[in-house]
Nanobody
Framework: QVQLVESGGGLVQAGGSLRLSCAAS????????IGWYRQAPRAQRELVVT???????YYVDSVKGRFTISRDNAKNAVYLQMNSLKPEDTAVYSC?????????WGQGTQVTVSS
């Protein structure tokens, strides 16, 4: 089983930056794609970005050019650098990891962007 712990959320003004971290522990061997999802109040959870073990990435259009995901396989960690933040980026951001097709989720970290 994989445990995921997110950190780095907080309150920031529009135009500011935050860096989220997702640390994996437990049965980390075989972790494949890791992704960040977010859920705003009264909205469905949406996929924001994913990164494969080999470094292939996918970004939802709304964050392209502003967010950057990176991965350190040796540390079993994934990072999400978020720049030029907008109020509409406000949400709980959760880390998701697939290991042999089985997903694991972190508890989430709140990101609030004030206008």
């Amino acid at each position: 089983q994989v445990q995921l712990v997110e950190s780095g959320g907080g309150l920031v003004q529009a135009g500011g930056s935050l860096r989220l971290s997702c640390a994996a522990s437990g049965s980390t061997f075989g972790i494949g794609v890791i992704g960040w999802y977010r859920q705003a109040p009264r909205a469905q959870r949406e996929l924001v970005v994913t990164i494969s073990r080999g470094g292939d990435t996918y970004y939802v259009d709304s964050v392209k050019g502003r967010f950057t995901i990176s991965r350190d396989n040796a540390k079993n960690a994934v990072y999400l650098q978020m720049n030029s933040l907008k109020p509409e980026d406000t949400a709980v951001y959760s880390c998701n990891a697939f290991r042999y097709g089985i997903p694991s989720w972190g508890q989430g970290t709140q990101v609030t962007v004030s206008s």
